[in-house]
């Protein structure tokens, strides 16, 4: 099943009424639409990225948004799966 994927679903500076799905403690500060592109690169999803697009809550941002193919799981544990390998990925680059 395709899914749409804003930054803002798992951005802990955003509130869950801006958008965010993730509690705080599961949220990636910032994310960045290509950290989540390479995220699922590297466990093989299937994705689309459309970096000039808004999301409708702050259409001013061209924040961008990726549509993914996700298996077996609903939109929560893709959004958790997602969040938790931009978080490791983040602490491997920083060493």
Known sequence: MKTIIW???????HTRGEGR??????????????????????????HQVEHSKSY????????????????DMSKIEFLRMIAKLVKSARVTSKN
């Open 7 to 13: 930054p803002v679903y798992i951005n802990s500076e």
């Open 21 to 46: 799905r993730l509690s705080i403690e599961e949220s990636v500060q910032e994310p960045k639409i290509r950290e989540i592109s390479q995220v699922l690169r590297k466990q093989k999803i299937e």
């Open 56 to 71: 409708p809550g702050s259409w001013w941002e061209n924040s961008g948004y990726i549509i993914a193919e996700r298996q």
